[in-house]
């Protein structure tokens, strides 16, 4: 029979891990989102500093999400229902989910750092400027001021 204090002590124990866990969980997630944008943009000098405070900024964006009831249905909904491709047949996409994410987060790294302010010149050091957010106005990263514009 479990004792009372076993019990206690076994409680204390899991919930310690638990709290570790998660802790854990987001140190992983940002090591993962950096080590993804450098295997995918390993051609390009990358500001580590900044690799760093995007993968500090994309971590948290995605805990920030709270749940609604809107996305709860779209992810039940996917629970159950075929993709698109899968069910019209028309997908040639053989990637990984892994290769997926590696590719979403290299585009969104790419869009969020000065890159193409800078005319694409893969011969400069790319900065991290602000996470970006396509619903944020005046947010497009492949504006450039005028020639002989004050900038």
Sequence with gaps: MIQRRQLLIGMGAAIVAC???FGIGEVTAK???AAAVRERLGFLQLDEGGLN???HDQVSALLAKRPSWERIKFHIDGLFAKPAAVRFGYSVDRRSRRERLQDHFATLYLLSSDFFQHGA???RVVRYVALFDPIRACDNPFARPPPGAIA
């Design 19 to 21: 709290a570790g866990l």
């Design 53 to 55: 405070q995007f993968a």
């Design 31 to 33: 090591s993962e989102i």
């Design 121 to 123: 010149d893969e011969s």
